[in-house]
């Protein structure tokens, strides 16, 4: 599992409202995750923050 899917599933989030949260399609999240394409860096310093917002015991 990569690490956006296991944000996802840490979150309780389907891939429509991760996607919805992040301001993309729940088909770009699944081509995200099946590896069929890698997210650009700024939506990985945006999963950076996010992820860290998280942890530290932030809302979804």
């Given at each position: 599992?990569n690490?956006?899917?296991?944000?996802?599933?840490?979150m309780?989030?389907?891939?429509?409202?991760f996607?919805?949260l992040l301001?993309?399609t729940?088909?770009?999240i699944?081509?995200l995750?099946?590896?069929?394409?890698?997210?650009?860096?700024?939506?990985?310093?945006l999963?950076?923050?996010?992820?860290?917002?998280?942890?530290?015991?932030g809302?979804?």
């Amino acid at each position: 599992m990569n690490r956006l899917k296991e944000l996802r599933k840490a979150m309780g989030m389907t891939q429509k409202e991760f996607g919805e949260l992040l301001g993309v399609t729940k088909t770009y999240i699944y081509i995200l995750e099946t590896g069929r394409k890698k997210p650009s860096k700024l939506f990985e310093r945006l999963l950076d923050c996010l992820s860290e917002k998280y942890l530290k015991g932030g809302e979804k």
